[in-house]
């Protein structure tokens, strides 16, 4: 039995420029980050690197759609390396990029085209929670299917995932508060996760530890504080995504999905809006499951009593990224049955990942719940 790897080559720059200088970035390299972070680091700087900014194709979250437009561009484009800076999204599109056959994707995703790497693939986060620079998935909306699909290929392992803190100076609250909470979730879901094993807990509970530690200092001291621990976030971030690559995510994780392809609710905050209700509905269904050892080790961490942590916890993350219910972001009541009815057929993987496995009954309780 594998229970543990870690495939990425991870290093560790605390500068922009000394990344520069160890890679080279040159004319067969195609880079693919978003607007704000080519110019505030490298538009200057690397001129001759093929570039491109997926929300010049289409906006929100990134699409079967957006692939295509993307690859229309760059089809004649020789390169040999993809490198990508930039946010989840961005990784998730740089991924594809690095393959031989690249569309159409829902062929890829349904594993009905091979999944073959024929590029390097270097992962730069430039935000702190994702955790996909050392991730084997993709997840990219499917507009004919209503959703949001992951493709999970080992292919898709990047050769290195690079950490430079310096980037997240630049990272506006709105992105942190999202993305930490990203890396929250994913702690907390491989913590979870019936794969979990004795190493993947290790990472699950620093990755719990670290950005519970940082979001208490920030309710004490201030937003600012964050900006004396972004190597701490950045680590927490690559932390969960070790985590979640060998024990996977869950329920929330799941729920979330035809949140963001149908709202285009951003991914940390669709997790923020069900993060709650999953656990307490874990509760209420296997109390003797897990959670019971996730509560207490949340209610250490939180100085509260062990029945109280759940509650204690989402007081804290309200601090951080406030809760706004679904119907804030113009889901119909009416849609929620379609959602838990496309979660079941769609996303299997995940509620397996879980703790419980949820009924469709007990799955629009859980979207009603949080309406
Ligand atoms: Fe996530």
Redesign the pocket.
Known sequence: MNCFSVRPNILYFDHFDEFTRKFLIGPKDLLITNQKIADTWFREKIKTAALIIPSDYSEGEPSDQMVEYIYNDIRYTAYDRVIAIGG?SVMDIAKLFSLKQITPALDLFQKSAPVIRSHGLILVPATC???SEITNISNLNMISLHTKLGLTDDSLYADYAVLIPELLKTLPYSYFAISTF?AL??GVESYLSPAATPFTELYSKKTIDMVLKGYMEIAARGLDSRFESLDNYLLAGTYGGIA?SNAG?GLI?AL?HPLGSQHRIP??QA?RILFTAVLKCYETYVPDSKIRTLTAYLSDLLNCPQQNALERLDALIQTILPLQPLKTYGVRQTDLHTYARSIQSLHQKLLNNSPYQPTLKNIDEIYRSVY
């Open positions: 989840g929670g994702t955790g990203d979730c994913h979640i995510c994780h979330a991914h940390g997790l």
